[in-house]
């Protein structure tokens, strides 16, 4: 079993910055993608980015793609995620996942965070 903690949700205005941390315990493999998601009221969760623990290709949904980026620091099974230039629509609870899955931007990850909210003011 994974667990994940994610932390660094909060309120900024539009044009502002956040990072947002994943910390994973328990047993995990370099193989497993780290992922993120994201929730806004009312709407289907939708793929934001994901990268393996082990490196290699980092993906991004369309509507992220140079101005969020992911990061890890291995040694500290953390993962991150710098959102900069947000705007309102960016707004939702965002999870971090894990596991092994054929394709990254799936939603059938098996290992989930409790989820931490991003509200961008206007």
């Known amino acids: 079993q994974v667990q994940l903690v994610e932390s660094g949700g909060g309120l900024v205005q539009a044009g502002g910055s956040l990072r947002l941390s994943c910390a994973a315990s328990?047993?995990?493999?370099?193989?497993?993608?780290l992922a993120w998601f994201r929730q806004a009221p009312g709407k289907e969760r939708e793929f934001v980015a994901a990268?393996?623990?082990?490196?290699?290709?980092?993906y991004y949904a369309d509507s992220v793609k140079g101005r969020f980026t992911m990061s890890r620091d291995n040694a500290k099974n953390t993962g991150y995620l710098q959102m900069n230039s947000l705007k309102p629509e960016d707004t939702a609870v965002y999870y971090c996942?894990?596991?092994?899955?054929?394709?990254?931007?799936?939603?059938?990850?098996?290992?989930w965070g409790q989820g931490t909210m991003v509200t961008v003011s206007s």
């Open positions: 996942a894990t596991g092994f899955l054929s394709d990254p931007r799936d939603t059938e990850y098996p290992y």
């Open positions: 990268t393996r623990w082990s490196g290699g290709n980092t």
């Open positions: 328990g047993r995990t493999f370099d193989f497993y993608y």
